[in-house]
């Protein structure tokens, strides 16, 4: 699976911003998504997760009610929608693929990784 991430940029604080992940290569509904951040000087988190229907989403505790992440099989995507953000969610954000992925927070357990785009969110 090849992944590619897009969608972010410059944005004040109290702003949105939607990311978007593109897969290619392998059929897309088996996998679990998710998305994850490093800040700089800091390792990389998790964000949000989702099962391969959909129907389970998994967030960190601090992007809780402004972060939704989402899919759609059908266009072989995934989604983070992101609201009022903060100055401290500025970080490059990875999607991430995992076929028999159990842990949503373990990098570990992804397979593929997209190669991150940037979010920066002024004060």
């Known amino acids: 699976v090849q992944l590619q991430a897009s969608g972010g940029g410059l944005v004040q604080a109290g702003g949105s911003l939607r990311l978007s992940c593109a897969a290619s290569?392998?059929?897309?509904?088996?996998?679990?998504m998710a998305w994850f951040r490093q800040a700089p000087g800091k390792e990389r988190e998790f964000v949000a997760g989702i099962n391969w229907a959909g129907g389970s989403e998994y967030y960190a505790d601090s992007v809780k009610g402004r972060f939704t992440i989402y899919r759609d099989n059908a266009k072989n995507a995934v989604y983070l929608q992101m609201n009022n953000l903060k100055p401290e969610d500025t970080a490059v954000y990875y999607c991430?693929?995992?076929?028999?992925?159990?842990?949503?927070?373990?990098?570990?357990?992804?397979?593929?990784w997209g190669q991150g785009t940037q979010v920066t969110v002024s004060s």
């Open positions: 290569g392998r059929p897309f509904g088996s996998y679990i």
């Open positions: 991430a693929a995992g076929l028999n992925t159990r842990h949503y927070d373990y990098e570990s357990e992804y397979d593929y």
